[in-house]
């Protein structure tokens, strides 16, 4: 019986092994998570601002062939004004000037605007580039450490892994399946001491005959207050 104490003692230990470097692995790969997910995020805002870049530039240059009409427009309407012959038509006339040069100076408030707003854009740019960069720079750095500790961590995970199933191979079936499932359900301690007449799982005191036939090592024990398999320390 106190054989299979320790084994069950050295499987706990194990799988508390097993279970710490699973969970750096992981810590490891949310890390990595986070550069690919902070990259996407800021590529997404890159991809928008030349998006919104170009399609300011676009209206940009069609303001520009619009004012380019309209610049030919004045000069148009202002050659005819020598051939004129008549006070009402020249009234006329300056009056078409004088709409198609407010006109010109729309476009040209319009223009102006969009070369604004195009320059601020062009400002984000850069910052989300240098971002950008700078992201890709911490993670071809770190990522290259990630890896290399996650090879490593994978090449401990298979060595403990293996002793695991040796360990485990020599336990009975159903004792194995106790201990899996109280494992799970009490957060990786399926096995506590006894001492002093208490579990120290849940620290409840343990009826005084269960803890004397636990001294005994005759039998396997179980706490009546949390289930967790109880040992003594038989070295003391």
């Known amino acids: 019986m106190q054989n299979k104490m320790n084994l069950l003692r050295d499987l706990q230990e194990i799988d508390l092994e097993i279970s710490a470097i699973e969970t750096t692995r992981q810590n490891y790969l949310d890390e990595l998570d986070t550069f690919a997910a902070d990259a996407t ?3 997404a805002m890159l991809d928008q601002l030349n998006d919104e870049v170009a399609q300011l530039q676009h209206d940009e240059a069609e ?6 009409k309209e610049r030919d427009n004045v000069t148009r309407v ?3 004004l020598p051939e004129i012959q008549t006070q009402k038509e020249y009234v006329a006339v300056l009056k078409e000037i004088d709409i198609a040069k407010k006109a010109n100076k729309d476009v040209e408030e319009q223009m102006q605007a969009k070369q604004q707003e195009v320059t601020t854009l062009e400002s984000d740019l850069l910052e989300k580039e240098g971002e950008l960069a700078a992201i890709q720079e911490k993670s071809e750095g770190r990522g290259a450490e990630l890896k290399q500790l996650l090879a490593e961590s994978e090449e401990v995970l298979l060595k403990r892994t293996q002793t695991r199933e040796s360990v485990a191979a ?3 079936v159903s004792l194995l399946r106790k201990y899996h499932t109280l494992f799970k359900r009490r957060g990786g301690l399926a096995l506590v001491l006894a ?3 208490a579990c120290l799982g849940c620290h409840m005191q343990l009826p005084p005959q269960q803890y ?3 001294l005994q090592v005759h039998e396997i024990q179980t706490c009546p207050h949390c289930n967790r398999i109880l040992y003594v320390d038989t070295e003391k």
Not at 63 to 68: A, H, V
Request: glycine share 10%; aromatic share 0%; hydrophobic share 35%.
């Open 212 to 214: 004397n036939r636990l």
């Open 195 to 197: 001492r002093n007449g």
């Open 170 to 172: 020599e336990l009975p």
């Open 78 to 80: 202002e050659a005819r």
């Open 41 to 43: 995020r800021v590529q």
């Open 63 to 68: 303001l520009q062939q619009g004012l380019l």
